[in-house]
């Protein structure tokens, strides 16, 4: 009936009804007027449907009304100065603050600006889009700001017009999620604005904070991947042409909680003042890096993270080639003053940009989960830029350990996916093909027989598109499975942990024999290694073999330091299950320990410190004796770093010890004590140190010893040059005090007065502020004895006396 009645309509009524439809749209307010008499009655004809019905005619009334909108009236000039006088007024309805028709208005505007934006793209961005953002126009480093306006503290954006801005664009990006390409390209140069909007709400509540990071994580996912990639390169720093805050623009809190921008102030930097400028702007930089990773976190699902992330590690190639080529210029003999001085321009950016990849390159990996990779084009993508810097660092001779095991890890995963973990199809082989080139560049050049073998036989599989796989690759493949399968139950228990341990080292050593001479890869094992099942957790002393101590030993000795390591742990593990086996040749386990001691690996010689105490509890006096004897600094055998960690042994073994190192409470001192005359300040340092520590685990009951400890302190806190050994000295002082508290006027009484000298002398002449400290807080620490001393405190008591 409807349509009958609309076709039945005379054609002038139709003309007369669009005429003075058109002229109230064109008089002040007249979009508004005309929105609420269409809507006026939303739904009504649909009062007995339901909920869904009276939606959908909502909607069909929004879009009509765009559509009016949208099209210009025969009476206007032109669609220009139509859309000039409208657009305004279509910007108005997203502000109205009536809740019952805000949301009708709100659909109208966004529903308005999708179709304008469709049918008059050009009009749309110079009427709608340009007013909608021109508060981050205003503040963007390729935008002229006027000299009028760059007073210092002069506000350019309001907190009120930046509220707006955000609240609208989020409207009609997010809500609307329609990506119009005008929409698309208006939004893009103020992305730099956005982010850096979005890393200011995160150093404090905002409400803009969730808008900000929606609005960016919309148009990430809907722009191309070469602009988003590019627009992530610019939210980094590393690429400085994409359009940004101005240099002379700040964001800064408002006061009723929102944000505004205004003009930086004018700071006058003086050369003391040159450190804390680069360090603002190093900490400016790594919050910036780091909210790009949370950023980044939200988009591992659209493969837009992993991509980011491999391009992160084709910019670190990029600067190793870039060093590689620096590193065969002309010498600096044959340069000007003015080449030098832009050679050193260059190497400085050079070298700020090689941190900021590695900044990224440390947040990703912090960030990201197992999942940044979505398809196989990403990980032959990572694999290559992987071959490529191995490539790379070989040639200049720079091979490192880490790059080893990059390469080997790397090589595994493709390993995987050849060996059937996922099912590849034709296409996918093409996308593999690209790893050939560098295959056969590694397995030339790379200086590890086992990796070369490797890259042969995946250059093989692939070539052949899996019809002929050899050993190697399972084997590979194999090794990386179990390795992940390993790293997910790492933190399940001690045991477990230890337990795997032993079997990575034990299929190590089965390799090892099984393969040629000089064959040795900690990535690589056989297939048959791979599957041997873990020893049980709590082992008979009849399960261990010496064959199989033996090996163990020797690992303990092995250059790979996973290998070393597990095999110390493994050591420790039997010394604490008191294992018979191993038990009789407590010599031999300290001369392995103390000589791992020795390693820089912190993993490697924390394992031999805690071997050694391990060992201290089961034979406590010869461990001693050995121990003390390596700490005394009169034999001079050790580095002061070897004696400092065999401090810390001692330390462990006072502890392990408990209420028994009383017995041993005078060799302990005198070691100690010696050690504060060593020539190397930071032993002496450290010897003081643990000789606080050891006067607490003694509770403080130093017996005869105590003018011994008391005049070394004084001596060292008067007469040592280095003002670390002398806060270590004061600091014992102070220990010393607090730890006797009412007994210091007993334990103390000779040394009482000199002690109190001593720190009077350090509050007046010291002039090293945190000895003052110390030395002040001991003196209140001493007054307070001497008060409860001389005035002790009155107690009443009550006593009952019977009388017989």
């Not at 909108?69 to 009536?98: G, K, R, T, V, W």
């Not at 505004?260 to 790594?286: F, G, H, M, P």
């Not at 060992?615 to 010869?622: A, C, F, G, N, T």
């Not at 003018?707 to 280095?722: F, G, R, W």
Request: a negative charge; hydrophobic letters at 40%; charged letters at 25%.
């Amino acid at each position: 009936m409807k349509t009958q009645d609309r076709c039945r309509t005379p054609a002038w009524l139709r003309r007369l009804c669009g005429q003075l439809l058109s002229e109230r749209l064109m008089r002040p307010s007249g979009v508004q007027a005309v929105v609420r008499g269409i809507l006026e009655g939303a739904g009504a004809g649909t009062a007995g449907g339901s909920d869904a019905e009276a939606t959908a005619a909502d909607w069909k009334k929004c879009d009509l009304i765009a559509r009016i909108l949208a099209s210009c009236p025969q009476q206007s000039l032109s669609p220009e100065s139509y859309y000039q006088d409208i657009c305004p007024q279509i910007l108005d309805l997203f502000h109205f603050q009536d809740k019952l028709t805000a949301r009708q208005f709100q659909r109208v505007a966004t529903t308005t600006f999708i179709t304008m934006s469709r049918e008059h793209p050009q009009l749309a961005a110079k009427y709608l889009l340009q007013p909608l953002l021109a508060p981050l126009l205003r503040c963007l480093n390729t935008t002229e700001i006027p000299e009028s306006d760059l007073l210092p503290g002069t506000i350019l954006v309001t907190e009120e017009e930046l509220n707006r801005c955000i609240e609208d664009v989020f409207k009609v990006y997010v809500v609307s999620n329609e990506p119009v390409t005008v929409l698309m390209d208006s939004l893009f140069p103020v992305l730099g604005v956005l982010f850096s909007l979005y890393c200011f709400t995160k150093q404090s509540v905002s409400h803009l904070r969730s808008l900000c990071q929606e609005i960016l994580l919309w148009i990430l996912g809907k722009l191309e991947r070469k602009k988003a990639i590019a627009s992530l390169k610019g939210f980094s720093g590393l690429d400085n042409s994409m359009p940004s805050l101005h240099s002379l623009c700040q964001f800064k809190a408002a006061t009723q909680g929102g944000i505004l921008i205004t003009v930086k102030e004018a700071i006058c930097v003086e050369d003391e003042d040159e450190d804390e400028a680069l360090y603002q702007k190093v900490s400016s930089e790594q919050c910036q890096v780091e909210h790009l990773g949370d950023l980044l976190s939200h988009c591992q699902e659209c493969g837009l993270a992993g991509d980011f992330f491999i391009l992160c590690l084709k910019e670190l190639t990029q600067v190793a080639v870039e060093n590689e080529a620096e590193s065969k210029t002309k010498p600096f003999s044959s340069k000007s003053l003015l080449e030098l001085e832009l050679h050193q321009t260059l190497l400085v950016e050079n070298q700020e940009q090689k941190l900021l990849v590695l900044q990224l390159i440390t947040v990703l990996c912090e960030r990201m989960s197992e999942q940044i990779f979505t398809n196989i084009t990403q990980v032959v993508d990572f694999v290559a830029a992987t071959l490529q810097r191995a490539c790379a660092s070989l040639a200049h001779q720079a091979k490192s350990t880490v790059e080893s095991q990059t390469l080997s890890m790397s090589m595994g995963l493709v390993a995987v996916m050849l060996g059937g973990a996922v099912q590849l199809k034709s296409s996918d082989f093409a996308v593999l093909k690209q790893l050939l080139p560098l295959l056969e560049k590694v397995s030339n050049t790379y200086p590890d027989p086992v990796i070369q073998e490797l890259a042969v036989d995946l250059r093989i599989t692939i070539s052949t598109h899996g019809a002929f796989s050899t050993e190697a690759v399972s084997v590979a493949a194999q090794s990386t499975l179990n390795k992940k399968g390993a790293e997910a139950q790492q933190q399940t228990s001690h045991d477990r942990c230890s337990d795997k341990s032993q079997r990575h080292l034990e299929q190590q050593q089965n390799h090892q024999k099984a393969s040629p001479a000089g064959l040795k890869s900690s990535a690589i094992f056989t297939a048959q290694e791979a599957a041997t099942p873990s020893p049980p957790a709590k082992q008979k002393s009849r399960s261990i073999s010496t064959q199989q101590l033996q090996d163990v030993l020797l690992s303990a000795y092995d250059p790979q330091i996973p290998t070393r390591a597990a095999a110390l742990r493994t050591l420790s593990r039997w010394i604490e299950q008191r294992e018979t086996t191993i038990l009789g040749m407590q010599e031999k386990l300290l001369k392995v320990f103390l000589e791992n001691l020795e390693h820089e690996d912190t993993f490697v010689y924390l394992s031999a410190i805690q071997g050694v105490a391990l060992l201290s509890e089961v034979y406590p006096e010869k461990i001693l004796e050995s121990l003390l004897a390596q700490y005394d600094s009169g034999k001079d055998k050790h580095t002061a770093e070897t004696k400092m960690k065999v401090g810390e042994v001692l330390m462990r073994v006072t502890r392990a010890l408990g209420d028994m190192v009383a017995r041993y409470r005078e060799p302990l001192i005198h070691t100690f004590l010696r050690g504060a005359r060593d020539p190397d300040s930071a032993h002496r340092a450290s010897s003081l140190s643990n000789l606080g520590e050891l006067c607490q685990r003694l509770d403080f009951l130093l017996g005869s010893v105590v003018h011994e400890v008391t005049a070394c302190l004084i001596a060292v806190a008067k007469t040592d040059p280095e003002v670390q050994v002398r806060r270590a000295a004061i600091h014992v002082i102070v220990l010393l005090l607090r730890g006797l508290s009412q007994k210091a006027t007993e334990v103390l009484r000779d040394v009482l007065k000199d002690l109190y000298h001593l720190l009077k002398q350090v509050v007046r002449f010291e002039p090293d502020d945190v000895a003052k400290l110390h030395a002040q807080l001991a003196l209140e620490e001493l007054d307070e004895i001497m008060r409860n001393f001389l005035f002790p405190a009155q107690k009443l008591e009550k006593k009952i006396v019977v009388l017989p």
